[in-house]
């Protein structure tokens, strides 16, 4: 079958078809500065502020869902065949204002108003979802929308009362479902898409067969799955992508198999996406899970990006060393597999060759006696990178410590396991002592730099306390530290 | 007395005042339709310039090689030093220290050397990083600190304020604690970051659209810049994405550079920096350095106070010596100092230069002020609270009602004000169950503070004091608003079309907030000190009172009555027995050529300010505030929550409660931010790594106290004949986030007995809390 060189969306109530896009072409410059659609705004071009947030639709396995995203750092050319939602598209049931508008209307949501459409984006999302949520559901909904005016407390209180404005069964997205479904299933021809010019060139495979031949014809090629990284090398540091292949499409790559012993989680599977499983396998991801950026970016983000991308300050390595992961890569027809630590050779450099892929991720499930806990601690507790970020399995048999696996990021310059301090634990009574000895054996695991987001006084005092955070925690569930803090 | 009346309000219009009445662009923010300058169409032609900046942080420039700059692909042509027609000098305060683009040094890590103007925004962006700088690297001073051992200058001349004979008292004080705080800066990060989009004009003229809260100063800068005088200048505002002192000054870089552009060559030009420029070249709250030294008696009374604030002013004066000398002000908050001795030490640094922060110096002033608070209530054991109460400013009756420069505080409701929170918010039980919990916990340690604010309203820049307006009524009876003042999320132009409803009894809607224009109001001033609805809603009532003096006048001949029988009410006029809508009224008026457009102005009465002998009547009233906040802290990770915040904050009588009370919490919260999370760190070349909200973090809604309850004193009235007896509202509450930072400073002193100050650096992170944990766990 020929390429083709067009990226077919559904922008609000039209059909597009966009010609010659260029890799790095991102949503918010299409939509402000190609269709005038200025309600959407530019906070910080990082996806870190939502100003820019618009939704987005798109089929799974035939079912429409609709996602919050950061315009700024998600590219058009990774939007063919879904349905983009912005902010000049809302309406109410008789064409006025859309609920969440009302709501945030008479509650004083909005000061001086350029955070406003994302906020009412994100809080439309949650509606459709979750009509009637919590304080802390629509926290959480809102990690990724930053408001410097109001303090939020009035648009968390237009997110409470937004259902006695309306119903999702009435919204206008519910009422067109099945037409949207169907616009964009005609959107999607299964053929491979490049577009053109040549030097910043997007390519969009088929499937992941398709991805392993591109892969292997240009293996110089940029992945890019939610460009939740990839999105800056472009908006921050102008650096070139192409030849860009786009996955975050590809249905092959968003397997999630939870068996007894494992889940195993395609490299496409976003945060959002992989949320239900993580939670069902590994409950004390649970609320680990939450503090995982925002919510825009869990919805673009996928674990198999936080791996690839070699950084020593993703959230999801350490706890899924310290479980006992594996990854599995892929060239051409050609697959290995290998301990997710061991994927982490040093800062800047993973054990990926040219043209490879990573394909799965498998978690094994823990064993009886097995004791996991997962801590992230940052400056602002939500919506942020971690200073330290921990993974903690220790099993326990008989009042003996027989295995443990503890890793930690934010201390090296990649994610890794804590040798010295495991070697202190192991075969070792459970007890205070124990874990006080675990915490001093620290000391020879990790050299811990200073930075902007933390000295290598707090890391190192950080990382000495968690050992104890964690004995405590384990030792009486009870204990104090509970809903409080590092997750 | 024209505004005798001034608290008598009917509320039977729509919008009338002392409601709560939504910001008149609510319905525009939600849908998306309310256009910020970025939104505005550009033009066929519009060309877009970006900075190329210094990569070091002090410099002699050799040469700077701009050829792989003009051969970039989209670029029209560069802007440097030579071709600012005009004077290159934007210093606000005319000191001539901050040129549009350098000559001969780079003074700090990211200052504007030149611009590229190119065919899109992108082409300019590429471009600007392809220069050639060739610098002779000199030694470089961050801080205060760095910059007082390298023998660093002052930006401007300091301030001292003093009274009494605080040496003395403080040798012969029964007590006496010196220490040092360091309190961190703080950017803006409002959400739309800066803006400029000039057009040229025939003649000399030029228009800039910007974002700006000083339209005024930007029209001046432009106008000084380019050579030509103001009247060839119009700069439009209609609404900021957020201002909050950022763009009181910072934007006349920006607006410059587009109008330099737009002349030379002649097409429209639109600049806007991504948000990592925004952050480093343009200033923020000056971080300050404070040695202080007080002497108190068994009871905890101060009896002298002597202070030295040293802040990180930067490259340039810009505003650093009036921000300077508010610290200064405040550096007594709510608190009699019996002898008082307080220097100001304005450091220059290499480091982007400090400028206005809601606050504009106050909070760090009000901090410092705290902090020797909590030294005299660890030192004796007591309860800080009980410390405040016993420093609070008395009244006339006790002499204890004079502050540093020599104002007598008259309008004192401290007491009231800290009794009826005190109560409100359960203070004693709840402190008492802080103290059983610590004493019991291991792990996580609880504290809570209720701390005062006291802020004095005015610019201490005296003539900055005045405002005016310009209101026409339409011959259909609908009326076009304008006034000086800027519009950047506050309800400005919501609280001031109240006022003019209200004066003329006509509903809300027929009002039309247009935007802010250098061409309807002259010589205006910021909107900035709080000012905004005290200034223009005074100016705005001088016009509408005027028209109305001349429909009644007009009603009284037309209908053969005395003008005393003329009365305006719900969208009628009452004229004798006959009631005419406004709108005839209007209409009959017109036919009668009467001059149905009116020039407003007012200007602060009783102010005035000898700063070379540091005495007078800077401030034309006080507002006052109070928050209770309660932590948890995590003492294994430095982590904490903000369990409650319980506020009673004074506005006077409100213009419109729910706007006041948003902007309450709105203040707290970003107080709270300054003082937590928001953490300005810079690299040991100069370079500001948190540049981006990816890196420097306000508080989320998550952030929010877990119980939070905002309430205004209802019965509170301005004593002063402030329009209709309000209080100003942008800046005093800002600094209710001091309860956060006290509240974690308890938390903290609980590891050690309640009897050592935590000396707590500002801003808390969960490092500083954790740090101070382990330092005061290993000294008790």
């Not at chain 1, 939602?85 to 204002?97: D, F, N, P």
């Not at chain 2, 420039?61 to 970039?72: C, E």
């Amino acid at each position: 079958m020929t390429h083709r060189n067009e990226i077919r969306i559904l922008l609000n109530g039209a059909d597009v078809a966009v010609r010659d896009v260029p890799a790095d072409r991102t949503l918010l410059d299409y939509i402000r500065l190609e269709r005038r659609l200025t309600g959407t705004k530019e906070g910080c071009a990082e996806g870190d502020c939502g100003a820019c947030t618009v939704l987005v639709g798109r089929l799974h396995d035939g079912v429409l869902k609709y996602e919050t995203v950061n315009a700024c750092i998600r590219f058009l050319a990774s939007l063919n065949a879904c349905h983009i939602v912005t902010i000049e598209h809302l309406r109410g049931e008789g064409g006025g204002l859309h609920p969440i508008q009302q709501a945030m209307v008479d509650f004083h949501g909005s000061q001086c108003g350029f955070c406003t459409p994302g906020f009412v984006m994100s809080l439309y999302a949650l509606w459709m979802e979750n009509p009637s949520p919590t304080e802390t559901e629509v926290e959480t909904a809102i990690q990724g929308n930053l408001c410097r005016c109001t303090g939020y407390q009035p648009i968390v209180a237009a997110a409470m009362a937004a259902n006695q404005y309306g119903t999702p069964a009435n919204d206008f997205l519910t009422l067109e479902r099945e037409e949207i479904t169907q616009r964009l299933s005609a959107l999607d021809d299964g053929r491979r898409i490049v577009t053109s010019p040549k030097d910043n060139r997007a390519i969009i495979p088929a499937n992941v067969e398709d991805l392993a031949e591109v892969l292997t014809e240009t293996p110089e090629a940029t992945i890019i799955a939610g460009a939740t990284d990839v999105g800056l090398w472009v908006t921050k540091f102008m650096k070139p992508i192409s030849p860009a292949v786009f996955i975050n499409h590809l249905n092959d790559l968003k397997s999630i198999k939870l068996t007894d012993t494992s889940l195993e989680i395609g490299a496409g599977v976003t945060y959002s996406e992989a949320q239900d499983a993580i939670r069902d396998a590994f409950p004390h991801l649970e609320a680990y899970w939450d503090r995982i950026a925002g919510q825009q970016v869990r919805n673009m983000g996928t674990i198999g990006g936080n791996i690839a991308n070699g950084s020593p300050i993703g959230d999801t390595p350490p706890v899924l060393i310290a479980l006992g992961a594996t990854i599995t890569l892929r060239r051409g027809q050609e697959q290995r597999s290998l301990p997710l630590e061991d994927f982490f050779i040093e800062y800047g450099k993973q054990d990926r060759a040219s043209g490879e892929f990573v394909e799965t991720i498998v978690i094994p499930r823990p064993i009886s006696g097995q004791l996991n806990a997962a801590y992230k601690i940052s400056k602002r507790r939500d919506e942020d990178i971690s200073s330290v970020a921990a993974g903690f399995s220790v099993t326990v048999e008989n009042g003996l410590i027989t295995d443990c696996r503890i890793a930690f990021g934010g201390m090296a310059g990649t994610p890794q396991r804590a040798k010295a301090a495991e070697a202190a634990l192991r075969g070792q009574p459970w007890n205070a002592a124990t874990f006080a000895a675990a915490g001093k054996a620290l000391e020879t695991d990790f050299a811990p730099l200073t930075d902007w987001r933390a000295s290598a006084q707090y890391r190192t005092s950080v990382a000495r306390n968690l050992m104890q955070r964690f004995f405590l925690s384990m030792d009486d569930q009870t204990a104090e530290p509970a809903e409080l803090l590092s997750a | 007395m024209k505004h005798d009346k001034i608290t008598e309000t009917d509320q039977s219009i729509s919008g009338a005042v002392q409601t709560d009445r939504r910001h008149d662009s609510a319905e525009k923010h939600v849908t998306g339709q309310a256009d910020y300058c970025d939104d505005i169409a550009e033009p066929y032609g519009t060309l877009h310039a970006y900075l190329g900046v210094s990569t070091i942080a002090h410099g002699l420039i050799r040469n700077v090689d701009l050829s792989k700059v003009l051969s970039a692909p989209g670029v029209v042509g560069v802007l440097t030093a030579d071709d600012v027609p005009g004077s290159n000098d934007i210093s606000p305060t005319g000191q001539n220290d901050e040129p549009v683009f350098p000559t001969e040094k780079t003074e700090f890590f990211g200052q504007p050397l030149f611009a590229v103007i190119a065919e899109t925004r992108e082409a300019a962006r590429r471009a600007a990083e392809l220069a050639n700088v060739d610098y002779e690297v000199l030694p470089h001073a961050l801080d205060p600190l760095e910059a007082t051992e390298a023998g660093y200058p002052f930006v401007t001349a300091p301030l001292k304020l003093e009274r009494g004979d605080s040496k003395a008292a403080l040798k012969t004080a029964e007590h006496r604690i010196k220490g040092q705080l360091n309190i961190g800066g703080q950017d803006h990060m409002y959400l739309e970051g800066h803006i400029a989009f000039a057009l040229p004009g025939e003649d000399d003229d030029v228009v800039v659209h910007c974002s700006t809260q000083h339209p005024s100063e930007a029209q001046h800068m432009v106008a000084h810049v380019l050579g030509v005088p103001s009247n060839a200048v119009t700069v439009n505002v209609r609404r900021m994405g957020g201002g909050f002192g950022g763009k009181e000054s910072q934007m006349n870089l920006f607006c410059v550079v587009a109008a330099i552009a737009a002349k030379k060559w002649n097409r429209p030009v639109k600049i806007r920096p991504d948000r990592d420029q925004d952050m480093t070249a343009t200033g923020k709250r000056h971080d300050f350095v404070v040695d202080y030294d007080v002497a108190f008696d068994g009871d905890g009374r101060i009896q002298a106070v002597d202070g030295s604030f040293a802040a990180r002013c930067g490259y340039s004066s810009d505003l650093s010596g009036p921000v300077t000398d508010r610290a200064l002000f405040h550096a007594d908050n709510a608190y009699f100092y019996p002898n008082v001795r307080l220097t100001s030490r304005p450091m220059k640094t290499n480091t982007v230069s400090n400028t206005a922060f809601r606050g504009f110096g106050g909070p760090q002033g009000v901090v410092a002020a705290e902090r020797m608070i909590e030294e005299i209530a660890y030192a004796l054991g007591k309860d800080p609270l009980e410390i405040r109460k016993t420093n609070f400013y008395g009244d006339r009756t006790d002499g204890r009602n004079l502050t540093p420069y020599h104002q007598e505080v008259e309008d004192n409701i401290l007491h009231r004000l800290i009794g009826e929170l005190e109560t409100n918010s359960d203070y004693q039980a709840r402190r008492q169950a802080i103290l059983e919990h610590n004493a019991r916990s291991t792990i996580i340690k609880k504290g809570i503070a209720l701390t005062p604010v006291k802020f004095g309203i005015s610019f201490t820049a005296t003539w900055y004091n005045q405002a005016g307006s310009l209101i026409h009524i339409y011959n259909d009876g609908s009326i076009h608003l304008n006034h000086g003042g800027t519009e950047m999320g506050q309800g400005l132009n919501t609280k001031v079309a109240q006022i003019v409803a209200d004066a003329l009894q006509v509903d809300f809607e027929r009002i039309k907030i247009t935007k802010t224009t250098t061409e309807k109001v002259p010589n205006t001033s910021a909107t900035a000190a709080s000012s905004g609805s005290d200034l223009n809603g005074m100016a705005a009532l001088d016009a509408a009172e005027q028209l109305k003096e001349r429909l009644v006048a007009f009603a009284a001949e037309n209908w053969n009555v005395s003008p005393d029988t003329v009365v305006f009410r719900n969208n009628m006029v009452q004229i004798g027995q006959e009631a005419v809508s406004f709108d005839d009224l209007v209409r009959k008026a017109y036919m009668a050529r009467v001059h149905l457009s009116a020039a407003g102005f007012y200007k602060t009465p009783k102010i005035h300010w000898d700063r070379a002998a540091g005495k007078g009547r800077p401030f034309y009233y006080y507002s006052y505030g109070a928050a209770c906040s309660e932590v948890s802290v995590d003492t294994l990770t430095g982590e904490y929550r903000i369990e409650q915040t319980d506020i009673l904050h004074d506005v006077g009588r409100s213009l419109n409660p729910i706007l006041d009370k948003g902007q309450v919490e709105g203040a707290f919260i970003q107080g709270m931010g300054w003082l937590t999370t928001e953490e300005l760190w810079w690299d040991k070349a100069g370079r500001l790594r948190t540049h981006a909200p990816s890196t420097y973090k306000i508080p989320l809604a998550s952030d929010r106290p877990r119980k939070f309850d905002v309430r205004l004193a209802e019965w509170s009235e301005n004593k002063e004949r402030t329009i209709k007896r309000s209080k100003a509202v942008g800046e005093p509450p800002f600094m209710l986030g001091i309860s956060v930072f006290e509240a974690l400073s308890m938390a903290v002193a609980s590891v050690a007995e309640y009897r050592e100050c935590p000396r707590l650096d500002a801003p808390a992170t969960p490092e500083r809390v954790l740090l101070a944990v382990e330092r005061l766990r290993a000294g008790s």
